[in-house]
């Protein structure tokens, strides 16, 4: 089987946020990672790693109402990988929704 070398992926998520408020975000990717929040680029790795949660994290401030983030997963060979975990912070409440 070949595989595509040089390669990118996309991942969205769309969240309802009860008010504004941050999350932590942690993350891990194979390989390179890009992150943007409601259009804003808020961390870009361009790097060759194994997939590993926590490599990156970083804390994301949400509005009211409708937010999404963007991932953008580089590739060098084989295969994409992208881990998630938030949470959120101060109370907010946050929840996915469907784009």
Aim: charge should be positive.
């Amino acid at each position: 089987l070949n595989h595509p070398k040089k390669t990118v992926v996309y991942a969205r998520l769309v969240m309802q946020a009860a008010r504004d408020g941050q999350l932590d975000v942690q993350l891990g990717s194979n390989d390179g990672l890009t992150v943007f929040v409601n259009g804003k680029r808020v961390l870009a790795r361009n790097v060759s790693r194994g997939l590993k949660l926590g490599d990156d994290s970083f804390v994301a401030t949400v509005n009211k109402g409708r937010n999404e983030m963007l991932f953008r997963v580089t590739q060098y060979e084989l295969k994409h990988a992208l881990a998630l975990q938030l949470r959120a912070l101060g109370g907010l409440q946050v929840q996915q929704v469907l784009p």
